[in-house]
Each structure stands twice: as C-alpha cells, then as structure tokens.
C-alpha cells in the first residue's frame, strides 16, 4: 500500500487512533470469546483503505492487494476493469465461471463506489449463464433493489465490467429475441409508473440499448405488479416487474451513456460503438440555447409543502444576497446565515435545518456565520435598520416591533460549491474583503472618511453603498424632488417630512433612518444626497444635465454623485424551508430494548415484563394464545420460534449462543423444512430434496426464569427499570436471539436497540475545519490531552477563544447525543463487567468523560462504519464533523443525517447473524470498519471543498462576467489541489470567522408543539410571507393549496374509494374486504385504514385561503368542486357545520 | 369434459362440430348428451352447429311494436340511486351482493359445494369432482408455471391450481382479481392441513347465454353513439364538431345522441392540467357543452352520462351532472349516472365510460389499449364492468354492485381509451366510442393513438352500425 503523504503530527494522530483501536479489539475479543454472542469473534472487520474495503465487504482474500497493485499503475475506473483479469486467472480461489463474473462484478462495483455503499453486495442478485439461440452463451446479470444506491454511473460501469470479464471467459455476446426487447420496453414503462425514475428514455433508445448491449441485463422481482403483455418468455423467469433492471438500463446506461463511452475509449473495447447513436439521439432532445448570465429558477418552488415557508422568491428584491466565501462551518453543501436572520425569520432556519436554494445546487445546510450581514427590517416605530447580531434581533423581535423584512440578509456560499455544482460565478452582494482587494485602505469611521477614499480612487465602501440598482428612474428623480423640495439638512442629519412617496423609495434604496416629528431621519445622509444629483444644501447639480439615457438605478446614482459603486444588491438568490433537522436516539417501531423474541404475548408494546407473568393452559397445541392468570396455570411459559443450536462439546440443544449446561459456545443448526435433514455447515440447500434449509425451532421456555437469572446476573430489580421490551419474532436466517442481560442493562440505562443489535443515535450533519475550545465544551487542558496543543496559527493553545483546526476525524456531536452515549458507555461498563466478566472501559459519568473515545460512523444505505474520535459537544442539534469524515460515508451536507456508536458497542454487540436474511438486510449495518480517511478514497464533492483564508480579486472579477468555476481552479486553493501531499490533511483555512457554531435557533420553528398541526402550520407560513419583502403570498397560498393541500385530498378522496382493509386482531390486511366483512383467518370484524378525516383534514383550511387570499379562479374551482365530490362520496353534508372561527 | 374428447366423438360419428357447440357441451358437463344430439340430426347435416342443438336457441322473443315511446327510458342510473353507505366497512355487502347476482348465473352449470365444507370436510370431498364458484382474491403463478387462484365464498377460502399443460389454461391466465368464476375439478387431499386445493378441470364464467340473440327494434331510427368530447381542452377538435353538427342537421332519421362522459375536460383531473386547458373554468367549460348541444336539432334526443373528466366524484357508479352545471344544456338532454341502462325505442343500451378499462388492460395478458372490443368482451364474459378493485377505478361503497350487468343489454356502449371499436359478442353490440380531442401529450408520452372525430350510428331496426370520421381531411367513410 502507497504510505499516506502526511506530516509527522498527523501520522502520530493517526497512530494513536490505530493504537486506541486495538486497545479497544482486544477487549471487545475477550469479551466475546466469552460465548454469549452469536459468534465467539468480533464480526466488524478492520480496513485501512479502499482496496481493505473492499476485501472485507465482499470477503475475497487477496484482492486488498491486487487493487492496491493496479491503483499505482492507473486511474479507479480502469482498476475496476482490470481486477476482472486477476478473477479470470482464479487468483482468489473461484471454482466455477459463473463465481468468477460474480465476484469479479462485484469487486469492481465495490471499488467503483469507495466501497461503502451496499449495491456491490445487495445491488447484484446474481449472475447467470444463459444460451443464444445460435447456441452460443451471453452472461446474465441479475440486479435488485439495492443497485439504486451504486448511482447511474456505477450501475453502468458495472454493465461495462460484465461484458469485459465475460470475453475473458470466451462468451459470446446476448443476442436478444424481439420479443424480449419488447418486454424489457414495456416493463421499463410499467416500473416508471410505479416508482417514478429520474429518466425513462424513449422506447426507440430502450431497444437500442437491448439489441446492442453484450450483457443481458435481468433483474430479481421487486415490485408486487406483474407485466401483462410479454409474459412467461422462456428466458425471462418471471412476470412480475424487476426495479433493479429497469434502473441500470435508464439511469444507468441511458442517463450515464457519455460517462461509459469515456471508459470504454479509454480501455478501447470494441462493441460499444452504439452509444454514440444513444447520445447524439438524447442530446437534440435538450437543445435548451443557454444565455449568459443567470435567470431565476423557480424548480426549489414546486412541491410546495405547507408549514415549511419561502424566504425569498427566485431573484427577487429583498431575497438573500449573495456573499461570496467560506466560513469554519460551511462548504461541502451547507451555506453560512447571520444568525440574526435566522431568527427574525420566525426560527424556521435553525442550525442544520435544510434549505432548498435556487442555485448553485439544489439545498443546503443552515448555519451561522456572524460576519456577514443581516437583515435589514421596518420596525413599527417606521424606523428602517439592518440588524447584524443576534441578541439585536432578539430584542425586536420579543418587543414584536419588527413589522416587514424588506431584506433577508446574507447568505454566505463558497467558491467551491459553484465548482461541485458546476455553476457559473455570479456577482456577489459587494462587502469590505472585495473593497479591501481593490485599494480600500482600512475600515472608514465615518461616511465621511468613505467617501474621502472615494476621492482616493476606491470604489465607495459597502457600508454606505445603498440599493440604487433595484430602482427606477422614476423612483430616484421622485426622491430627488422631494429630497430638493423639502428636505432639509440640520447638523449633518437629512430630515425629510413624512411621505409615503418617499418612504417607499427609502425602503427600496435600504437606507438606514428613524423617524421622530413627522420626519425622516437620516443620519448618514451624503452619498444619498450625492446620488440623487444635489448638493450638500441640496440643490440639483449640474450633473442632471449631462444624465445619459437610462439603463439602471446604479448606474445613474453614480453619474449624478460622480461616485464609483458596485452593486451592494449583487445576485439575490431564492430559498425555502427544506427538511427540518434531527438529533435523537435511532429507536425501532415499537422501540425494543432487546432483540429476544416474545411473539403476541408481550401485546402491543412487546412487554417482556407482561410475558413472563402471561399464563398459557395449551402449551402442547398448535395455536397459543396468552391469557391472563389463573390458578394451577405455569406463569411465563411462552411459545417461541428460535433458531437451533447445539453444543460442540456436550451436545446440549438450546438457541442460546453460549451453552447453558457447559458453557461453550454453541453453533447455528441448519436443517430441511420438509424431511427434516441435517445440512452441513455451509450448505444451503438440502442435501436429500434441494429444499432451502432453516435454522428454526420452535420452542416453550419459561420466559419468567429466564427473565429472574437474567436479572439476578446484572443485580438489578425488574422494579428498577423501565418496562423491557424485546420484539415479536426473529427475522434473520439464524434467528438468533440476544442474552436477555443485554436488554435488561439497556433498559436499565434507557438506551434503545437497533436490529443489528448495536446502539445509535442519528443527527444531521455539518462540516466543521476549526473550532474554538469554547464553543464545544470541552476544556483546554482536555482538549492538550488529546493532541490539541497548537492553534490554527501554529500558536501555543492556551485560551478557549483560540481558533484550532479539526483533525479529519475528529467530530462534535450535539449535547442530547454526549448525554445518551454517556448512558450507552454505562451501559457498556456495566455490560462488560457482569455479563462478560471484565473491567469497565468508559468510566464515564459526564460527556466530557467520552471526550477522545473512539466512535463509528455509520450513513443510511451503506455498509462501512467510520472510525471517528469523539473530541467534544455542541447546541446545535447536528453532528459537526471534517467535510472528509461526511465524504467518507458518502453524504454531503444539505440535510443528510447519519448515526453514530460508541465503538465498543459495535465491536461487542454487532453480529451479522442479527440482520434480516431479505434483500436489503445488511444496509446500514457495520460490515466493515474504515480506519484511516483518505480523501481520494472518500466522495469526490470533498475535492472541491475551497481552503482559502481569502480569495484573489481575479474571483470577484470573474463572478462579475459569469465564469465558469473550473477556469479558476489554478487560482483557488482547494483540497483536490492538495491530494496526495501532506496538506491534504491540514493547513486549511476559511474566509469568514463566526463567534460561535451553534448560535441562533436551535430547533426549527416548524417542528415546535405550539403549531399543532397543519392548519396551524400554514396560517403561521402565511403570516411569516405576509412580512417579507421577497414573497408573495398569495402566490404561496395557491402553490400550497395546489402542491400539497389538493393533492392531498384528491389522491385521498381516491384511495378511499380503493382502500384495503385490517384485521384489528391479527393484523392481516386485506385488499379488498372479504365478502363476509369479516377476517378470513380469525373472523374478527374488519376495520377501514382510510376515513373521512383522512380527506377532510385540509377542506377547512384550504376554503380558508380562497377566502384570504387572492387565488386564480381555476384553484377556486378545483377546491369547490372537490368539495362537491367529498360530499358526493361521503353522503351529505353535516347539519352543524364548524364555523370558520373555531378553527383560527 | 374436454373440449378435445368432444370434438372427437363427433368426428367418430363423421360430423364437425362448431365451436359454440363444444363449449355448450364442455360446461353443460354430460357427455350423455353427445349421442342425443347426434341421434336427432337430420341426415343432410355435416356440420352441426347451434341450430342442430336442442335448448341452444332460445325462442326469440319479439319486441313490443305498440306503444313505444320516442323518449328514452331510465332502467337504471336514474338520478339519486347511488347512495353510499355510512361506513366503508359496509362494502362488503357490494362484494356480497356481486357474488349472488353472478353465482346464480352460474349455479345450475357448476353445481357448487361451499368453500367451508370443502375445507372442513375435506376428507368426505377428497379426490371426487366437485364444483365450486368463488370470488377471485389473488392469483399468482407457481414456481413450475401453473397459475394458482385464491378463492373466496361466503363461507370461506380455498386455493385451486390450473395446469398450465391442460386446455382452456389461457383464459385462467385472464383471470383476474375480484371477478367470479365457477370451478369444476378435483379437491386434493388435505395433508398439510392448509385445507385443501382444487385442481381445475373447467372454468365457468356467468357470460352471455349461448342463446341469446340480437333483438332489433320494431321501428326505424338510428342513434348515434359518442364519448370523450373533451370540451375546454386545447385539444379539443371545433371543426371536427361543427361538421357533426351539421351532419346531425342533415339526416333526420338520428333520433338519439349517447354520450358515454367526459364531455369537457375538467379541472384538476391531472397534475399541471391548467396550461393544457383552452377554458380554464369548470363552469365555462359546461356552458360551452350546453351551447354546443343546444346548437343540435331539438328533435334529437340526447343522453348523457358521466365520466372521470367530469365534476362529480370519481368514485363509481357516478353520479348524474348537478344541476349548477346544466344552466346553458337545452331541455331535450337526459341526466342519467353512469353506469346506466336506458331504453331507447325497446333498445336497451348500457352505458359505461369505461374507468376500468385501464385497469383490464393491465390484468389481461394480451390486451390492450389499440382493442378495446376486446375489453368489452371481456366484461361481457364476466357480467361485469369492472370487477378489480383497489386499481385506477375507485368504487363507492354501495348496499348493491350498480357495475354487475345484470340483464343482457342489446348495445355496451364504452368509452374512456378514445379508440373507436365496435364487436358483436354472442348478439349484444359492443361500441366504444371515440374522441373529439386530439392526441395529448399524455398519449404521446403514452404512445397511444386516438381516433378523433368519429361517431357510431346504430340503425335500431337491423341493429347494423357504421362509422363516421368528421376530422376534416377525410370523408365519410
């Protein structure tokens, strides 16, 4: 393996995570050499780098070091083809044909995806060799479900590695029958209506693909809708409609066609040819002529979801102002907010919460940033100001004078995310780092020394440059004659009397004044004066006389003050409300606190404590159903369905993992359903009838003993926890169940399980470079301790307000989250010494007791964890952590979230044997754990992550003309810059500092009790709109209405006419109710799932907003008419009908 | 019996024997009846054919020539007759109710036994024929490709298999969720305790009686037969309409204009529907209809029903237009619901936009939106408009099954997939009627291609039909 370019520091930082590490496995071993767990070794394996990765996730012994010998010599890309040759040469150990193009499909699917995702291992059903009818043989490649998470260019690269492997094996290429190539358009079309996909290409390009691509690409059944046109082909196994397939052919081949012929150029594969005919087809299709220059978008509009609300409308006056740069805790998707702005806008932004933006991509993370500028607002008292701290923002808005948000403020955006999204530059809101770069000299003290530079050859600072770009001619000559007519200047303060007239052109120009004795006052009054063309006794000047024609605000302001100005308006930028963000323990449904199975005897809430006391007088009959007590009765023997096990060294049946009699560790017991044969270890299926074999049995087993030892090992009365919970059944292949002492601790520490039998708790993300000791809880002496001993300047730390740069894998997780691992390591401690037998290893009483424990890290659709090092805590309701740490799970951070877990949790109680034997079962699950990050082997959008403590003029000069990003990427400093030497690591740093990362709302206004549900949602957005300049709300009324409310009771109108039915008792739910209208397998009487309420719920609100609200008549219509048909379907409408008031 | 062995036997005796005969004899059961038949042919018969067959041919029944009104009569979908239960767990009386009505036609062919005594005393029942009729409530295709059909009766639940090597397996491949069938096999012997499972030796569905015949009016008129106007849609064909008008203006002997439903295109019925909308208001869009109807000889009578376009509710039977709506429509239109039956000079027509025609054509291999005659038979077969719940047709919870077509009807007249077909099924003519809307960008997508601009004119006194196109590029045809 290549050695890590790194500096000495950072390769002792990594060294000690290592040594701390195994210092950790090797408790974690002892522990289970102990027996009581499904496997008597810890079952997460330990990878270093990619190539690792991939050897653990997909357990092909050697192929670590294959992939580490091709990377050196060629790009990932081509090392993904090439492994297939060592496969092909049966370097690791593959017997038949069909293993060496499954494995070899799967390595290179693993590589290609950084060996995190689960596509390689549940994305590929499996693969298959078939017969043309000219006898030759095609490969098959048979993808599922999961394959979505790979993303369109892996699917299609795995294509590409199938047809590369399959000439390496001399098969011929698949040579379809027409009828297929008819089936593959038709399921195509029946799956986009089922699942909408991002892009359906059009059947001609659908059988061009099928006629021409050399691998058959088939898939396993996902969805539940069989095809009814080309049905039972003799090589198509099923009828039913395969989602895996129909991805990889359109989003995968279709959508990603330029990015295989790239590789197939590149390794020159002949067959290929036809993708040519499939691009230059799909591009005259979007020959969309593109401008210079940007134009609003209004896509983040649609789906408009009522309670999350608009800030700004696409560009609009008043939106959010572009100001360019990188704070410490922004990049990587997530843009910086003044804090107060996200708080005069109601607490909806708080810190995490998603943002849906109109460029340059789609969302991104909230977080604050106190250096740029706030929002500027008209308080009742008519005074107009910009408010740029938050205990300001604050006072206004608990003394409710703020009457009208006339400007959002700032929104601080990297240079790097216009390179991820490859957007074009656009003018940022012009600010005192852009002056300083074009001869500003120093901060001015006074509108006076601003315009004194001025006369120094500066532009005019930006603290006095007013909004003359967003008026008309109209509005600035208005001004001026008033200005002239009836202003009057007293001891360098403007009064000019009150005027609406007037204060409508203030307001548009943002200029700061108050008002007092029907006047206004402006107390900064000479650029005004100036741009409108008077003099200091204002008089019209003479440059009037010289106006050329005109062609905008600024422009004009300029001719008439002989002033130099930028635009202070910039590029307004358009956002929305996303998905609020979260911070909680991951629980299941119902929440369990131990994986050990109690069948229907717990009740709903899966009591263990009310099964042990459940009597049952049939325990010999099929059928078992709990009753309550009763005399002569055996309390707490229950029925349950368990895997088998047995003893090596006594024999002993039980489906315990560690011997109850002898104490060894016992193993799983496979056997045939049907003739009861014994398989032995490995087989699957019966070795007499071919049946697939089980491990299961069924048992009766005194629950109330085994709850009383249990409880008797961790010496704790069951008085003294909460309620334990355990689950209904077992859904792994081993049904293997947990040791009840587990659950018992748990409860104990109230801590909850996941299926996998570790313990997490989720939070959004966020990127953090550098953080200051103060703002993360932990104390200077702790964090020296730990390695922090020099600030980002190379300075000794010594104060808490130093600012320190994160290591890479290093994070900040909320307080809510160090509170719950506290009682997690309690658990853990209390765990290890008495159900194992060894010392306790957290010690931990307070979080910061856990500051430098090792954590894992683990996203939603993957399968490999991340070995972080917890180093402190934050307000804010987010993990904060190194853009490499998110990157090397695969997430950004525009509303992502993932989960962590204290490392020995996951060593301990992880076992495979827990997780579901479905499709999909081992996503999000730790197979396999990343020690060291690289940031060429983590997501690419963390190359463009920019580094800079400020950027060169040349960027400003080019946001001016609309650059594209790339044609600075010489002059920025950015972390693909720095891969593969040591900075790569450190020496970063940021244009904009913040106070602190967690100021400003911590929950989102949208998720607080007081908005009790969506009536009160939307009356709260609407009244939030009616306040912003940059809305419209009687807009937003009717896309609410025709976005959420009316699809919402039309699509529920409809499936009350079409819905299914359940079993109150059994739970069984039925499609259609039975003709007796009873429960076919208990004869309960069933029960509707849809009711009225369920499409009434937004009637009264949405005649509501018609009422209010100035809606086209067409959404009028439709909701008078729906209104219609809700009666028409429910019978008449009732007498006593609510009146509007009571709902608001 | 099968089919096979039937035609064999006549072959033996030297005779062909057309397909309607075998089918007759295949679910009539008895071979006993073969030799009977044979035995009373006159000499000069090669061929036999229904005629030859005792009870095939009903007696025809003559219509009334007296007294018949020239105004169409409701005999079912009167305004107000469809009135939905309280609660949706009352749906099940509909279920209950479609199973009596299409069991009964079956009863005497099949000979039931109830699912329960089939389950409970399967040991009594075990490896003898036995007949069973049961609602459809799932089917799915075994592992070795044999298609296995839950059903359902009052009395409980019960598999039954369907050889994919035996005869007649494609129309159980046509199977299709919540229709009722009729079943004659074997009950397997219970050894799992699942409770048993049929194997299928014939399958029986309540169809049109072999005897029944075409039964044309006794007086001259015509009716033409139309759906799918689509009026406020910017697709919407104007001179296509005028010249339909004007044609109507032309030929007197058209006394009755049928419009299945959709006659505007609605508001609100797809997402985004406004920037296809040449009229953007519902009422607007009714008012232009009425104006367009009003323009129409006032001698013709017009009925109209309604479909998913419409502004009533979606769920089925629909109800009639409201009153708001038919300010501007002229006096000589009948409101009827859809579905309905009117009766239109001793002419009994069914009326059905046709909603459950997409979701046929997802449940029957082979059909399709080019054919929809074929849905029509389908439907005919089944006695039955749309029997799969729970798909794209959303069915109100009514004390009775208003789409069970209970009585044969003479014309089914359809709608919905604006292609013009038109099938004679065993004497009832099926037309589904065009559209005067051009193709959308839907059906583009869709690839589907409509046939605008076209009307069915039924002579009532032949029961003959043609088809007219008024697109304006073409001539009559």
Redesign the interface.
């Known amino acids: 393996m290549a050695e890590l370019a790194t500096s000495p520091r950072y390769r002792a930082y990594l060294d000690h995570l290592i040594s701390e590490l195994d210092r950790a496995m090797e408790i974690a071993q002892a522990a289970k050499a102990k027996g009581f767990d499904p496997r008597a070794e810890v079952e997460i394996p330990i990878a270093s780098d990619l190539a690792g990765r991939v050897e653990a996730l997909l357990n092909y012994k050697g192929v670590a070091d294959r992939i580490r010998e091709l990377e050196e010599r060629m790009s990932r890309e081509e090392a993904s083809l090439k492994i297939g040759d060592a496969f092909v040469s049966r370097e690791f150990g593959e017997t038949t044909r069909e293993e060496i193009l499954d494995h070899a499909i799967r390595a290179s699917m693993a590589l290609l995806t950084e060996g995190v995702v689960a596509a390689p291992t549940e994305g590929i059903g499996k693969v298959g060799i078939k017969k043309n009818d000219d006898g030759s043989e095609y490969l098959v490649i048979y993808y599922a479900g999961p394959i979505r998470s790979a993303g369109g260019t892996a699917q299609a690269l795995s294509v590409l590695v199938g047809d590369y492997v399959r000439r390496l094996l001399n098969l011929d290429r698949y040579k379809p029958r027409d009828e297929e190539i008819e089936r593959y358009v038709e399921e195509l079309k029946q799956y986009n209506g089922i699942q909408s996909m991002q892009y359906l290409p059009k059947d001609d390009d659908i059988r061009l693909i099928i006629r021409n691509c050399p691998v058959c690409i088939d898939g396993e059944p996902t969805e539940k809708e069989e095809i009814s046109g080309y049905r039972n082909l003799e090589r198509v196994e099923t009828n039913v409609v395969r989602g895996g397939m129909c991805l990889v052919i359109a989003e995968g081949i279709g959508l990603k066609a330029p990015k295989i012929q790239k590789n197939v150029a590149k390794m020159h594969l002949d067959g290929w040819e036809w993708l040519e005919t499939l691009i230059s087809g799909a591009a005259s299709t979007s020959s969309e002529e593109e401008e210079p220059g940007i134009h609003p978008k209004d896509k983040y509009m649609r789906d408009m979801l009522a309670g999350r609300p608009p800030f700004s409308y696409p560009m609009r006056k008043g939106g959010f102002r572009l100001r360019l740069g990188r704070g410490r805790n922004t990049g990587l998707a997530t843009c910086g907010f003044n804090p107060a702005t996200l708080h005069v806008l109601d607490d909806y932004l708080a810190v995490g919460t998603q943002m849906k933006v109109e460029r340059p991509g789609k969302a991104c993370g909230v977080v604050p940033c106190d250096t740029i500028e706030g929002p500027t607002v008209r308080l009742t008292s008519g005074e107009v100001l910009r408010i740029d701290t938050l205990a300001e923002a604050n006072r206004y808005v608990d003394a409710k004078e703020i009457e009208y948000i006339l400007d959002v403020g700032e929104i601080l955006i990297s240079y790097g995310e216009f390179l991820e999204n490859n957007h074009v530059l656009a003018p940022p809101s012009y600010c005192e780092e852009w002056w300083r770069l074009e001869g500003g000299l120093r901060h001015p003290g006074s509108e006076a020394e601003a315009v004194s530079f001025v006369a120094e050859g500066a532009y005019l600072h930006p603290d006095y440059t007013w909004f003359w770009d967003d008026c008309t001619e109209d509005q600035i000559r208005l001004l001026s004659d008033k200005v002239a007519e009836t202003g009057s200047v007293r001891d360098g303060v403007l009064y000019i009397p009150a005027d609406p007239e007037v204060k409508a052109v203030l307001e548009e120009l943002l200029v700061p004044h108050t008002v007092a004795d029907g006047n206004y006052v402006i107390k900064t009054p000479l650029v005004l004066i100036a741009g409108l063309g008077l003099s200091y006794d204002l008089q019209k000047n003479a440059n009037w006389n010289t106006l050329p024609p005109f062609t905008n605000g600024l422009v004009m302001a300029e001719h008439l003050s002989g002033i130099k100005m930028r635009s202070k308006a910039g590029t307004r930028i358009g956002g929305r409300m996303g998905r609020p963000g979260k911070s909680a323990p991951r629980k299941m449904k119902p929440p369990v606190h131990v994986l050990f199975p109690i069948g229907e005897s717990g009740g709903m809430k899966r009591s263990i404590d009310n099964a042990a006391k459940v009597c049952n007088a049939n325990l010999s009959g099929d059928v078992f159903s709990g009753t309550s007590v009763t005399t002569g009765q055996v309390e707490g023997m229950i029925h349950v369905e368990t895997g088998e096990r047995k003893c090596p060294s006594c024999g002993a049946v039980t489906y315990k993992s560690r011997c109850p009699d002898c104490g060894a560790h016992t193993e799983a017991v496979y056997r045939c359903p049907r003739c009861n044969t014994l398989a032995q270890p490995g087989e699957e299926l019966c070795p007499r009838c071919g049946a697939p074999v089980v491990c299961q049995k069924d048992s009766v087993l005194s629950l109330r003993q085994e709850y009383n030892a249990a409880l008797a090992v961790t010496g704790i009365s069951a008085n003294d926890i909460p309620e334990l919970k355990g689950v209904r059944g077992l859904i792994s292949r081993e049904r293997v169940v947990e040791p009840l002492e587990k659950g018992i601790l748990r409860a104990a520490n109230e801590v909850y399980v996941f299926r996998d039998g570790t313990v997490r708790y989720d939070m959004i993300d966020l990127p953090l470079t550098h953080f200051r000791p103060a703002e993360i809880a932990v104390s200077v002496e702790k964090l020296r301790e730990i390695g922090y001993t020099k600030d980002m300047h190379g300075e000794e730390l010594v104060s808490s307000d130093q600012v320190v740069e994160l290591n890479p894998q290093d994070i900040l997780v909320s307080e809510d989250c160090g509170e719950y691992l506290v009682r997690v390591a309690k658990y853990m401690d209390q765990l290890l010494e008495k159900l194992y037998g060894l010392p306790a290893f957290y010690h931990a009483e307070v979080p910061e007791d856990l500051v430098g424990q090792l954590i894992l890290g683990l996203a939603p659709h993957t399968s490999a964890g991340v070995l972080a090092r917890l180093i402190g805590f934050t307000k804010a309701k987010a993990g904060y952590a190194h853009p490499f740490y998110h990157a090397a799970k695969r997430r950004n951070c525009d509303g992502d979230e993932d989960c962590v877990m204290l490392l020995m949790d996951g060593l301990v109680n992880f076992s495979r044997s827990f997780l579901p034997s479905t499709r999909g079962g081992t996503m999000d699950a730790p197979l396999v754990l990343t020690t060291t990050l690289n940031p060429k082997e983590v997501d690419k959008e963390t190359l463009n992550v920019d580094v800079m403590d400020h950027y060169p003029l040349a960027v400003y000069e080019a946001c001016l003309t609309y650059t594209p990003p790339k044609n600075l990427e010489k002059v920025v400093d950015h972390v693909e810059s720095r891969v593969g030497k040591p900075g790569q690591f450190e020496g970063f740093s940021f244009t904009h500092d913040t106070r602190d990362i967690s100021e400003g709302p911590l929950d989102t206004m949208y998720t607080n009790p007081i908005l009790k549900g969506t009536t009160d949602k939307i009356k709260a957005e609407l009244a939030l709109a009616d306040r912003i300049r940059a809305v419209e709300t009687d807009d937003l009324a009717e896309r609410i209405i025709n976005s959420h409310l009316m699809p919402d009771m039309i699509g529920n109108l409809r499936s009350f006419s079409k819905q299914s039915f359940r079993c109150p008792r059994c739970k069984t739910s039925f499609r259609r109710i039975p003709i007796s209208g009873k429960c076919t397998k208990c004869g309960a009487v069933l029960k509707a799932t849809m009711h009225k309420g369920n499409v009434t719920k937004y009637l009264e609100i949405a005649k509501y907003m018609a009422e209010h609200y100035q809606l086209s008549e067409y959404t009028n219509q439709r909701i008078a008419v729906t209104e219609m048909n809700i009666w028409s379907t429910f019978g008449q409408e009732e007498k006593q009908q609510m009146d509007l008031s009571d709902f608001f | 019996m099968q089919k096979r062995e039937i035609v064999a036997r006549f072959l033996e005796a030297g005779l062909l024997v057309h397909p309607a005969v075998v089918t007759y004899i295949s679910e009539s059961g008895g071979s006993g009846i073969i030799e009977g038949i044979i035995s009373s042919l006159p000499s000069a018969v090669s061929v036999v054919t229904p005629k030859e067959v005792p009870g095939m041919m009903a007696a025809r029944v003559d219509k009334l020539s007296v007294g018949v009104s020239a105004l169409p009569e409701i005999l079912a979908g009167r305004e107000g007759s469809s009135?939905?239960t309280?609660?949706?767990?009352?749906?099940?009386?509909l279920?209950?109710d479609r199973?009596d009505a299409l069991a009964a036609m079956m009863r005497p062919r099949v000979s039931p036994i109830p699912i329960e005594a089939l389950v409970k005393q399967n040991s009594r029942f075990a490896d003898t024929d036995i007949g069973v009729i049961g609602?459809v409530?799932?089917s799915s295709?075994s592992a070795k490709?044999h298609r296995i059909v839950e059903i359902?009766?009052?009395?409980?639940?019960i598999k039954v298999l369907f050889n994919k090597n035996r005869e007649g397996f494609d129309e159980a491949?046509k199977i299709i969720?919540?229709e009722v069938i009729g079943i004659r096999g074997k009950l397997a012997r219970d050894t799992g305790g699942g409770g048993g499972m049929i194997f299928s030796d014939t399958l029986f569905r309540p169809e049109i009686p072999l005897t029944h015949t075409i039964s044309p009016s006794k007086e001259p008129g015509k009716a033409v037969l139309i759906s799918d106007v689509h009026v406020g849609s910017d697709t919407f064909l104007p001179d296509a309409w005028e010249k339909f008008a004007s044609w109507l203006e032309a030929t007197p002997e058209v006394k009755y204009l049928l419009i299945a439903g959709d006659v505007v295109d609605g508001?609100?019925v797809y997402?985004n529907q406004?920037k296809e909308?040449h009229i953007?208001?519902?009422?607007e869009q009714y008012d232009a209809v009425g104006e367009m109807l009003s323009a129409l000889p006032s001698h013709l009578q017009i009925v109209l029903s309604p479909g998913n376009h419409d502004?009533?509710?979606?769920?089925e039977p629909q109800?009639v237009l409201?009153e708001e709506f038919r300010t501007q429509f002229p006096s000589n239109v009948t409101f009827v619901e859809n579905p309905a039956v009117v009766n239109i000079q001793s002419v009994n027509v069914l009326m059905y936009h046709g909603r459950s025609i997409d979701d046929l054509?997802?449940?029957?291999?082979?059909?399709?939106y080019e054919h929809p005659g074929e849905i029509m038979e389908a439907m005919l077969k089944r006695r039955h408009l749309g029997p799969i719940?729970?798909?794209r047709?959303?069915?109100?919870?009514t004390p009775m099954d208003h789409l069970v077509i209970r009585d044969v009807p003479d014309i089914l007249h359809t709608g919905h997939v604006h292609i013009t077909d038109v099938v004679s099924y065993r004497g009832v003519l099926g037309v589904n009627a065009g559209t005067w809307q051009g193709q959308t960008s839907f059906q583009k997508q869709?690839?589907i291609n409509p046939t605008p601009a076209e009307a069915i004119v039924v002579d009532l006194f032949t029961m003959g039909y043609e088809k007219l196109c008024f697109l304006d590029d073409k001539t009559f045809s």
């Open positions: 009135v939905p309280a609660n949706p767990e009352e749906s099940f009386s279920f209950r199973y609602m409530v799932e295709t490709g359902e009766d009052p009395t409980g639940t491949e969720p919540d508001i609100g997402p406004d909308l953007k208001t519902i009422y502004a009533v509710r979606a769920a109800p409201p054509i997802k449940f029957i291999p082979g059909a399709s719940y729970g798909q047709t959303p069915l109100l919870s869709m690839n």
